[in-house]
């Protein structure tokens, strides 16, 4: 383990220097000379002063770790790091490790709730930095232009301070707020200070797309049970809803980012109901299917008024349901949407997939 040198420490070279510079003549008293170096130094508000967890906290982490089962349970999650937090509230490094599994496990109302606690506790202990440093490094994500603010506002007035050097690093490695220019002086502040230690990526990485919805695709078209299928699919998306809740939030990410994450959920949602509808009519409730049937077709006339991309997916999905229950009529009329869509937004790629699913309707109707 590293040891962070103790901010201090220029404050002690600097009394020395004092004292060598009075005139040769001035007499000072042994005590005198004892007094200034032996003078307590102001502290960061923290018992700790390491660059790293000391080796308690992390022997307290390892007995704690365990496989996450599932990433959407905050609560479960989270407890660890909130019991390691009572254990040792004066240990900086806990309050980060807290910190950053709420970043990891939380969405926004769990977000908003560590920032609100953390500018509290930053009123309550005025004379203690360690606290304003947390309040700043609490909106990392969700506001992270005040985040660098308040770091460094913190760091101007004490430049040994290496977690706000690491944060400032973290942030200005990131995607959207790259600037490499200012993350390698950040880097460097803080490996001297630190060295040896890692910095981490900032945004974590995000856990990949549920696969429950392909997996129960697969099970459908090899006849598994409806009630199974129904259940697998509904989970999956519910996952992929967490995985959005994720992303929106944080600064992290682009409007871009955000929009595409929101039309894949809703085009696995459309996914979903399709097997919804197809597990109902295998376990022989039809009234179910064809009340999941009118509320998907609400569902896409919301669509075609916003012209999304998402339209077009849940056209061909209505068509191809109505032709499997035997409801040509209905089949026909969303072919003739899809050809007004393309009328309104020509795409020969999508003529051509209208053109094979006519072709494939009609062929089933013979």
């Given amino acids: 383990m590293t040891t962070r040198p103790l901010p201090g420490s220029r404050r002690v070279s600097l009394k020395l220097s004092a004292i060598l510079s009075l005139p040769r003549f001035t007499p000072i008293p042994?005590?005198?000379?004892?007094?200034?170096?032996?003078?307590?130094?102001?502290?960061?508000?923290?018992?700790?002063?390491?660059?790293?967890?000391?080796?308690?906290?992390?022997?307290?982490?390892?007995?704690?770790?365990?496989?996450?089962?599932?990433?959407?349970?905050?609560?479960?999650?989270?407890?660890?790091?909130?019991?390691?937090?009572?254990?040792?509230?004066?240990?900086?490094?806990?309050?980060?490790?807290?910190?950053?599994?709420?970043?990891?496990?939380?969405?926004?109302?769990?977000?908003?709730?560590?920032?609100?606690?953390?500018?509290?506790?930053?009123?309550?202990?005025?004379?203690?930095?360690?606290?304003?440093?947390?309040?700043?490094?609490?909106?990392?994500?969700?506001?992270?232009?005040?985040?660098?603010?308040q770091i460094g506002k913190i760091l101007a007035e004490h430049p040994d301070f290496a977690p706000g050097h690491a944060s400032l690093a973290e942030i200005y490695a990131s995607t959207t707020f790259r600037d490499a220019e200012k993350e390698k002086i950040e880097r460097l502040r803080f490996l001297a200070l630190c060295p040896g230690s890692v910095?981490?990526?900032?945004?974590?990485?995000?856990?990949?797309?549920?696969?429950?919805?392909?997996?129960?695709?697969?099970?459908?078209?090899?006849?598994?049970?409806?009630?199974?299928?129904?259940?697998?699919?509904?989970?999956?998306?519910?996952?992929?809803?967490?995985?959005?809740?994720?992303?929106?939030?944080?600064?992290?990410?682009?409007?871009?980012?955000?929009?595409?994450?929101?039309r894949e959920l809703q085009a696995k949602?459309?996914?979903?109901?399709?097997?919804?509808?197809r597990c109902d009519r295998r376990a022989g409730r039809p009234e179910q299917a064809a009340a999941l049937l009118a509320q998907m077709e609400q569902r896409a006339t919301s669509l075609e008024r916003t012209s999304d991309a998402v339209y077009w997916d849940a056209l061909t999905t209505l068509a191809r349901l109505y032709e499997e229950g035997n409801q040509r009529d209905s089949a026909d009329r969303k072919l003739e949407s899809m050809r007004q869509f393309l009328d309104r937004h020509p795409d020969p790629q999508r003529m051509a997939e209208l053109e094979t699913l006519r072709n494939q309707i009609a062929a089933q109707a013979r």
């Fill in 269 to 277: 949602y459309w996914r979903v109901w399709s097997l919804q509808v």
């Fill in 30 to 149: 042994i005590s005198f000379l004892l007094l200034i170096l032996l003078a307590p130094i102001p502290a960061w508000g923290t018992d700790s002063a390491v660059c790293e967890p000391s080796p308690e906290i992390r022997a307290e982490l390892a007995k704690a770790a365990r496989v996450v089962s599932n990433p959407s349970d905050f609560d479960q999650n989270i407890a660890p790091y909130q019991a390691l937090r009572e254990r040792y509230p004066n240990d900086l490094t806990v309050h980060e490790l807290y910190q950053d599994a709420v970043q990891r496990y939380g969405i926004e109302g769990h977000l908003r709730k560590v920032t609100e606690e953390y500018q509290v506790l930053s009123m309550q202990h005025s004379d203690k930095m360690m606290y304003d440093y947390l309040y700043g490094r609490s909106l990392l994500g969700r506001n992270t232009p005040a985040a660098i603010q």
């Fill in 199 to 262: 910095l981490q990526q900032r945004p974590s990485a995000l856990p990949a797309p549920s696969s429950l919805v392909d997996q129960a695709e697969r099970l459908l078209a090899g006849n598994g049970d409806p009630d199974r299928i129904a259940g697998m699919a509904l989970q999956g998306v519910r996952d992929d809803e967490w995985h959005l809740q994720r992303i929106r939030p944080f600064d992290w990410y682009s409007v871009a980012e955000k929009f595409q994450a929101q």
